[in-house]
């Protein structure tokens, strides 16, 4: 086809167009207990498969958590996981409808664990606490706070009648407030 010549149209062929854009954090405390994630894209349905592979991953023959359902809200998708272990650099494995999954090394998740920690019970609100936690992939600005034992684990909660949030100082432990 020359310059000189008009484009022609294909109606046998189409091209879908989808994939995921953006997750909503890349950051998560492991837990038992299921976590949402909320995955941002084009054309994202509830019949698609989010998983998770770990950081040296060239595919996603090898993920280590995948998502238990999908909800849709308008062009969002939300997934839940369950995260029980520390892992950081997870590699993001997304399925179209039951197709392959594909691994998007550029959406990156890291599950972090506290192992263990030292802290002071029955203290009153007024006394400066000093909380040491060891842990995989805690960072300079992570935050922890307290939460009635069987509460639900939401910052903006009932920190204030607890204590208030630590936030982490990797150089020499955390400063509360």
């Not at 606490?129 to 903006?156: K, Y």
């Amino acid at each position: 086809i020359g310059a000189t010549q008009p484009f022609v149209g294909y109606p046998a062929f189409t091209v879908d167009i989808f994939g995921v854009s953006s997750v909503s954090t890349s950051f998560l405390v492991s837990s038992p207990d299921s976590q949402s994630l909320v995955f941002d894209g084009l054309a994202l349905s509830t019949n698609d498969s989010f998983a998770w592979a770990p950081a040296s991953s060239v595919d996603c023959s090898n993920a280590v958590v995948e998502s238990d359902s999908v909800i849709m809200d308008d062009t969002l998708a939300t997934a839940t996981f369950i995260f029980d272990a520390a892992n950081e650099g997870l590699q993001l494995c997304y399925s179209r409808q039951g197709g392959a999954f594909v691994l998007y090394q550029n959406i990156i998740l890291n599950v972090m664990t506290i192992t263990e920690g030292q802290y002071v019970v029955g203290v009153s609100k007024a006394t400066a606490v000093e909380f040491a936690g060891v842990g995989i992939g805690l960072r300079g600005g992570d935050v922890a706070f307290w939460i009635e034992s069987g509460a639900a684990c939401s910052p903006g909660g009932s920190t204030s009648a607890l204590g208030g949030e630590v936030r982490v100082n990797t150089e020499g432990g955390g400063v509360g407030n």
